[in-house]
């Protein structure tokens, strides 16, 4: 990742070291902390004043930052982030998983969402155009099955792991059960999913990836969901939509809303009185 930062106002230089911005008009004020002086008095930071000052005086920054500040590429990754240039994002992200550097990404992933970067914009403008160029490059010929199942890996464990600081209230104002069908191996959409509805206070039941539909029914009775997620990649033609219908009747047995969500219901139908939308992108939710 190569791109101009122009510079860093006073706040963020505070978030990149640690520290409260009166610390950092103190440095600059005592000149240990180099700046620019606008003619408006602002303080604008530049790359390298912000690594000269790093170099020689880490001891006075806090442990509060997640992602390590070694190089100026470092810099420009966390200038991103502030200013919420999601597409510079998607690079480094997209080699942390190939890489298969969990770590590295775990960072990324939690110092947007405690920088308050809304979880669906995470989730809907970062990590779903990462796995989407994963699955291009993939049907491309460009990796193989086996190096597409590794970088997908990383990111669901890194989203999974996410889950930890993802504040989720304690009130709860409805069940979901949240699922895809027999044959569907890829539910990191419906894990995403999943977090986004427990933010907004839902008790969520995932079953997640090859959920036979065949004792369901029993699955309803005991936990009587108000809403049904369902996620679909690939429909299998006729097969799919015949287990689509039996949930769906079940649904409305049950009198349990239906959502459903991704590529696959492109090519099965799903007017039904029990399904309420079908979702498009992570922010609907």
Not at 40 to 67: A, C, E, I, P, Y
Request: net charge negative; glycine share 4%; charged share 25%.
């Amino acid at each position: 990742m190569k791109t101009e930062v122009a510079y860093f106002n006073s706040r963020e230089a505070a978030q990149i070291l640690g520290v409260n911005v009166s610390s950092v008009k103190r440095w600059t004020d005592e000149g240990k902390l180099e700046c620019i002086r606008t003619l408006g008095g602002h303080r604008k930071f530049m790359v390298r004043h912000l690594l000269d000052f790093l170099k020689k005086h880490r001891r006075k920054t806090s442990q509060v930052n997640l992602t390590p500040i070694e190089s100026e590429a470092d810099l420009e990754l966390r200038y991103h982030m502030f200013r919420r240039n999601y597409e510079a994002l998607i690079p480094p992200i997209y080699e942390h998983a190939f890489e298969c550097h969990r770590d590295q990404l775990q960072q990324i992933l939690n110092e947007l969402y405690l920088s308050q970067c809304p979880l669906a914009e995470i989730y809907g403008d970062i990590l779903t155009p990462v796995l989407h160029k994963i699955g291009h490059e993939w049907e491309q010929g460009r990796i193989s099955i086996t190096e597409e199942h590794i970088a997908t890996q990383t990111i669901r464990d890194s989203i999974i792991r996410l889950r930890g600081i993802i504040q989720i209230p304690t009130a709860k104002i409805g069940k979901v059960l949240s699922l895809n069908l027999s044959h569907e191996l890829h539910d990191i959409a419906l894990k995403m999913t999943e977090h986004l509805l427990e933010t907004k206070g839902f008790e969520v039941f995932y079953s997640g990836q090859i959920t036979p539909t065949i004792h369901l029914a029993h699955v309803f009775e005991r936990y009587q969901p108000d809403r049904l997620y369902i996620s679909s990649t690939v429909a299998k033609a006729d097969t799919t939509q015949q287990e689509l219908d039996r949930l769906f009747a079940l649904c409305e047995a049950h009198h349990c809303e239906v959502y459903v969500g991704g590529t696959g219901f492109d090519a099965l139908q799903y007017d039904h009185p029990a399904v309420i939308r079908r979702i498009y992108r992570f922010q609907d939710i």
